[in-house]
């Protein structure tokens, strides 16, 4: 191969990085997964309804080797999938983690006056 570039210039990414910049890698090995509890939340995005966010407890599951997780784990949700509604947040807050109506209803009022 014939080059237009002098020899000084040719080697100077080669010769001025450090060889141990070239070479480095990430592995991931293993997925650890938890599952958080959910609390009513404080965020002001929410068009109706009680805020609902992770709360800080949470429960762990065992180590996956990442290859097993992914192929075993379920599809990824799109965005309109993700959101929940009014009635479905209440539900989940109410029945799922005993917050009573006034409580709902008091957060509803907080994130209104946002």
């Not at 100077?12 to 959910?38: G, M, W």
């Not at 929410?46 to 949470?58: A, F, K, M, Q, V």
């Not at 109506?101 to 209104?112: F, H, K, P, Q």
Request: hydrophobic share 30%; with cysteine.
């Amino acid at each position: 191969m014939i080059s237009t570039k002098p020899q000084s210039e040719r080697n100077f990414c080669k010769d001025t990085l450090p060889k141990s910049s070239l070479a480095k890698t990430v592995v991931f090995d293993h997925v650890e997964i938890r599952f958080y509890n959910q609390t009513i939340g404080d965020s002001p995005s929410t068009s109706s309804g009680p805020p609902i966010t992770l709360d800080w407890r949470y429960d762990e599951e065992d180590k996956l080797k990442i290859d097993d997780y992914e192929y075993g784990r379920p599809r990824r949700r799109n965005s309109a999938e993700l959101i929940l509604s009014d009635h479905l947040r209440r539900g989940v807050l109410m029945h799922d983690y005993g917050f009573k109506l006034e409580e709902l209803n008091e957060a509803t009022c907080v994130r209104e006056e946002a």
